[in-house]
């Protein structure tokens, strides 16, 4: 008798969610609806962005165009063919426009993958969605104002004896090159906030292993920086160092073995 009193006095346990299904033939059907959807907004963005193509350009070039009239060089860039251009701004109305309607684009991604997702997962859309860009965003920014500039300004100097003929192709390539590197580089945080939510990194494996990720982070920075002094290695690594700590503490903060912790600390 007295233990049914206990066991009455206890709070009912939880039942385990269920996991959503689908049949393959309606994640093909879903996968379809969200292309569509998003190859749509694309054509929008990229007719919208069609209309901008000349300013978005001449805000691609402003860097080259300030260092080339620093060094006292022709500030104009050059083509070898003549449909060269009309390709150019093909290639930036498309991107420009991707960029443009990417919160839409990444909305798609996540109504794809939410059904196969438990409902206190899916409270996670808006900090994915709003994260994802603005880091994104932040670090061409970062790229754009602080990288680029002087990686340019270093080659430029450091050649100033020869007379520049730089394409318009060659300088785009090299351009998307830097700030869409810099923004991936930047996008590192989201992706550790997956892995730790599948509990596949800890953050005590990630501070364990510090030094050996520093290690990487300058070889790739050694890597991915057009220019060979220490300092453009030093300004490319300085934020993706800063980034790991910051997705230590993601890891520990989303970590399932750190959740339950959390939890049976209240409960308790």
Known sequence: MF???????R??????EAMPTMGFLDHLEELRRRLVYSL??????FFVCWGYRERIYAFMQKPIMDALRANGTTDKLVYLNPIEPFNLYLKIAALAGLFLTSPFVLYQVWMFIS????????RYVVPFMVSTIALF???????????????????????????????????????????LGMGLVFEMPIIIFFLALMGIVSAGFMWKNFRYAILLIFIVAA???????????????????ALYA?????AWFVHPTQRRARREKQAS
């Open 115 to 122: 059904p196969g997702l438990y409902r206190r997962e899916k």
């Open 3 to 9: 233990d049914s009193a206990v066991d009455a006095s």
């Open 40 to 45: 749509g907004a694309v054509a929008v963005g």
């Open 223 to 241: 890597i991915v920086t057009p220019t060979p002094d220490v300092l453009s290695m030093c300004i490319f690594a300085a934020p993706m160092v």
């Open 246 to 250: 910051v997705s230590i503490g993601i």
């Open 137 to 179: 965003a932040i670090g061409g920014y970062f790229g754009y104002r602080i990288v680029y500039p002087r990686a340019l300004d270093f080659l430029i100097d450091f050649s100033k004896q020869f007379q520049p003929m730089i394409t318009i192709s060659e300088y785009t390539s090299l351009f998307l090159s830097i700030i």
């Open 11 to 16: 709070p009912p346990e939880a039942k385990p």
